[in-house]
């Protein structure tokens, strides 16, 4: 089983209550390919650009993703610079130097079109939804969008939106896209867009997903039933935050994928469990740090606290 | 096993985007006493003036608690006007007439005296301190304050918190008070100050509990261990927000009374969950509408509704 996504590689400078870092490898690809690496095969589509080394391709290779889909071009990788100083829970967006990612025109190679499994991370709509199309035979369809794209090309959206079986957003984006300000109604009108799944995620309070009535391929009917919460880990130091939702997400479908598509209700829910703790992990230090270094092992004895953080026996 | 709650029985006239209600039978005594009154028996210690009717009272009574320490003075009881339409998570006041509740002193009735639990509900600290004293053989204290005892009163605050088994606030007390903008720090902060568990409320998105490592009377040391998460229940609507939080520390207390005082961890989680469970109901009419009318059934279902939302299993 494996995990296409296609999505930002990039470069981000990131000032936090905990200090700063320069230039580090980041982009949502990133982030959702190296958390999801652990669970099952990942290929990525990006670009890049001259700035991009051997050595930050490493990063992914050593986690056994398949960088053969990053296309490196003249000029400049996408470089993001970032501040969470006035609040952790929302960067302030110093500079967005998109370089060689503002022509971006994802290419799917060959060896990548026998997957099952795709996340669109968060990219122009027009693109995602090219992507989807090309890559009509996956079992699996989960996606990201961010406010720009809900406020200003809502119409590409839409075409999207129809057609994915899990859309990861935060409380925010949903509000915003649905137009109403309580959670429940809103994620009712999302899946009444043709999402068949919404996962909403709250920060430091964990995520919800929200199901519609249409089953996903091969799940049983119970799938779509009550909503179901996941919690986060409650984290003395938040470090940084960059690419604490792409590494939920990276959990998520990750483990998903790794049941081969046995998308049962209880699969879902450790799904969901699983997405916390890569988000967990990830904040605990800047860019890919914490990411890149993990084992199974530390993953499992995480998804023990937050079972215990949760459960009643 | 009974508890006593001294706090504000009061009447709330109340704004919110599903309409409006004047003079509705409110105060965190009150909405605490009903909620708790579906787990145990409870006492109520507060002031009123001559525009509570014997037909106010009787919606205690009906419940059956006990209200011979609700104080009849001369004069207008404590009025609350406040709006929710700018948004359902935060009161803006648009009046405060304390009335005959500027000079409450509680008065402890001789029949109160052998109650084994204690709610300090949101008073002055100096009354809530003076009552802890006055019943000092109780087997558990749990209170609550505000941010204006926290800004303007906290020397007085330190000495009631010193002696807390639970204190019950929500996520902006807490950093007030820790003076620490991280949760879990300023929890630690916070059980350094004496209290001994600290359950801090993150509104629609459930409650939070923080162990020292003192243990309660009667508790094992497990109990003082991880931290433990309750969701809370989406919800579609929400009528209105007032008197949530007290119907939680009513739901959480009367549970753990009810246990005949048995404070396992396991007990604990569960007090957690019927919190969740009787603050949801709070929420979903206007004043004590709702919590006036429940049975143990409708209560049990709903717990088992969070389990669901809650649980891998």
């Known amino acids: 089983m494996s995990i296409v996504v296609v999505g930002s590689v990039a470069f981000d400078s990131i000032e936090t209550p905990s200090g700063r870092v320069d230039h580090a490898l980041g982009g949502a690809a990133t982030h959702f390919a190296l958390a999801a690496s652990y669970f099952t095969q990942v290929r990525v589509i990006g670009v890049v650009g001259e700035d991009f080394t051997a050595a930050n391709e490493d990063v992914l290779k050593k986690r056994g993703v398949d960088t053969s889909g990053i296309e490196h071009v003249a000029g400049k990788s996408f470089h993001w610079t970032g501040s969470y100083t006035r609040t952790l829970n929302e960067a302030d967006t110093l500079a967005t130097e998109l370089n060689v990612f503002e022509t971006f025109t994802p290419k799917i190679p060959a060896s990548y079109r026998d997957s099952e499994f795709l996340f669109l991370a968060n990219i122009d709509p027009k693109l995602q939804a090219r992507v989807r199309r090309e890559m009509s035979k996956v079992k699996m369809v989960c996606g990201d969008t961010m406010n720009y794209w809900i406020k200003d090309h809502s119409a590409a959206l839409a075409e999207v939106l129809v057609d994915l079986d899990v859309l990861l957003i935060n409380d925010g984006e949903a509000k915003m896209l649905a137009e109403d300000a309580n959670l429940v109604r809103a994620a009712q009108k999302i899946l009444e867009m043709g999402v068949k799944s919404l996962i909403v995620k709250h920060g430091e309070y964990g995520a919800t997903v929200f199901f519609s009535g249409r089953s996903f391929p091969g799940a049983k009917p119970e799938t779509c039933a009550t909503p179901f919460r996941a919690p986060a880990l409650p984290l003395a130091e938040v470090v940084d935050p960059t690419g604490a939702g792409?590494?939920?997400?990276?959990?998520?479908?990750?483990?998903?994928?790794?049941?081969?598509?046995?998308?049962?209700?209880?699969?879902?829910?450790?799904?969901?469990?699983?997405?916390?703790?890569?988000?967990?992990?990830?904040?605990?230090?800047?860019?890919?740090?914490?990411?890149?270094?993990?084992?199974?092992?530390?993953?499992?004895?995480?998804?023990?606290?937050?079972?215990?953080?949760?459960?009643?026996?």
């Open 246 to 313: 792409d590494s939920f997400a990276g959990g998520f479908f990750g483990y998903l994928a790794s049941q081969n598509g046995a998308l049962t209700p209880a699969n879902f829910r450790k799904a969901m469990f699983y997405g916390g703790v890569m988000g967990s992990f990830a904040v605990e230090k800047f860019g890919t740090e914490r990411t890149q270094k993990l084992t199974r092992g530390d993953i499992d004895a995480r998804f023990e606290q937050f079972r215990a953080l949760s459960h009643l026996d």
